[in-house]
């Protein structure tokens, strides 16, 4: 074993340790990975840090500078607007409750939409049927059930980069679409949110709440009423330019980019807004583990991982028991670590192994994507989690009793759901 191998199988072990901590930041954790992989000769200082400036870091950019601007129009506001004046009771609470939570979740992060939600419980009235003890953490888990169900907010970023980790890992051949990981959340999603709308509140005590540990969210303030149909615009025609790049004359990653530049150019859109749309922490590790992925391509560390992979799962699996093992492993980690984490973790050593046993990834990074938002089981699997288990007051037998159902049903959906995208059968 040579010593550039040595460092890089080293490097990952230590890129690991980090993230399961939790105590380091994650784009602090991909900038260590260049500067080491570079400083120890393993790379080339252009090996190193291409990916700071490859297709897919600057499409992520412009993606982010495009959600950005959508964040800037009413549209979150109309949505809790919408759920605060129905005037319902029972299930029709919990469905307008968990169908509101969805649609700000592919809008803003899970834990915005507890923020944004939390006036619910000024409006839930001492004759009320349903408490918002026995809303606060089924929305929480549904939120984060629903992520990217859709093509905006996260979902916006996600298929760039996987698509840059398939690449960095020796699987550019394979690419995930715009709208796959849409399509595989729908079926999870619609078990999750059917399980806790009619029997999963049940499950929760009926108890007051501390809302003073959810930091409540102000009216946010909106761009006027023409700024806001400009955007509109030019976000859904930037989305059908997307789905339909490869018929249009111009790359990919640079339509979101021209659509940053028109919504610049008509004034919907400045420098300072732009550059705080712009998640650097995201970016920065994403860069950084690329660069560890160039070095295990590099160095034969990733043909490495994956022979350990594979003996660890008898030697000679099938494709279907090696997805269903990092599956498995990534719904069960993500209860106790960061979801963040996990992912991270997970889906480079799922492509190497893909990659090494001659079998299409996509549905495995697909499977671990959805698996590690399935926190639930604990409060340690999500900040949002945390929060609403602290506020709700609950104890970890309920919590744990409730949601054990639901996690059951929805990892097997999981797998159905990729198999039905990326089948491995």
């Not at 809008?107 to 001492?126: C, K, R």
């Not at 979101?256 to 004034?267: E, F, K, M, T, W």
């Amino acid at each position: 074993m040579n010593m550039d191998l040595m460092l890089t199988l080293g490097t990952l072990v230590v890129v690991i340790i980090m993230f399961l901590s939790g105590k380091a930041n994650f784009g602090f954790i991909g900038m260590c990975c260049a500067a080491f992989m570079c400083a120890s000769g393993v790379l080339t200082f252009d090996e190193a840090y291409e990916n700071f400036a490859s297709n897919n870091i600057i499409m992520m950019c412009g993606m982010f500078v495009l959600a950005g601007a959508l964040n800037k129009t009413s549209l979150v506001n109309k949505v809790r607007d919408f759920i605060m004046s129905r005037n319902a009771s029972g299930r029709t609470i919990v469905f307008l409750y968990l169908a509101g939570v969805i649609l700000l979740t592919q809008l803003v992060s899970p834990l915005g939409v507890i923020s944004m939600m939390l006036p619910l419980s000024a409006a839930l009235g001492e004759d009320s049927p349903v408490t918002t003890s026995q809303l606060l953490y089924p929305g929480s888990v549904v939120s984060h059930a629903s992520q990217s169900l859709t093509p905006l907010g996260a979902g916006l970023t996600y298929y760039v980069t996987a698509n840059a980790l398939l690449e960095a890992n020796g699987a550019g051949q394979y690419q995930i679409g715009l709208f796959d990981k849409s399509i595989s959340v729908i079926l999870p999603c619609i078990v999750t949110f059917v399980y806790f709308w009619l029997v999963g509140y049940k499950l929760f005590s009926k108890h007051e709440i501390d809302s003073s540990q959810i930091k409540s969210t102000k009216e946010r303030k909106v761009c006027d009423p023409k700024t806001e149909k400009i955007i509109y615009v030019v976000f859904i025609i930037a989305m059908i330019c997307l789905a339909f790049s490869n018929y249009l004359p111009v790359p990919m990653q640079i339509i979101p980019i021209i659509a940053d530049l028109v919504l610049a150019a008509l004034g919907c859109l400045n420098s300072k807004e732009a550059k705080a749309s712009i998640q650097f922490d995201s970016v920065l590790m994403m860069a950084g583990l690329l660069c560890l992925s160039t070095a295990m391509q590099k160095t034969g560390a990733a043909e490495v991982v994956a022979d350990i992979v594979v003996s660890l799962l008898g030697g000679n699996p099938s494709p279907i028991a090696v997805e269903i093992a990092f599956l498995l492993t990534g719904a069960i980690l993500t209860q106790v670590m960061s979801n963040t984490a996990t992912y991270n973790v997970l889906v480079p050593l799922a492509i190497v192994t893909a990659v090494a046993r001659g079998f299409d990834p996509r549905g495995m990074v697909l499977a671990i994507s959805l698996a590690t938002t399935g926190a639930m089981l604990t409060p340690m699997s999500s900040p949002s989690v945390a929060i609403a288990f602290g506020a709700g007051k609950y104890t970890l037998k309920e919590v744990f009793l409730a949601c054990l159902p639901a996690f059951i049903i929805r990892t097997v959906f999981v797998f159905i759901s990729v198999n039905l995208i990326y089948p491995l059968w």
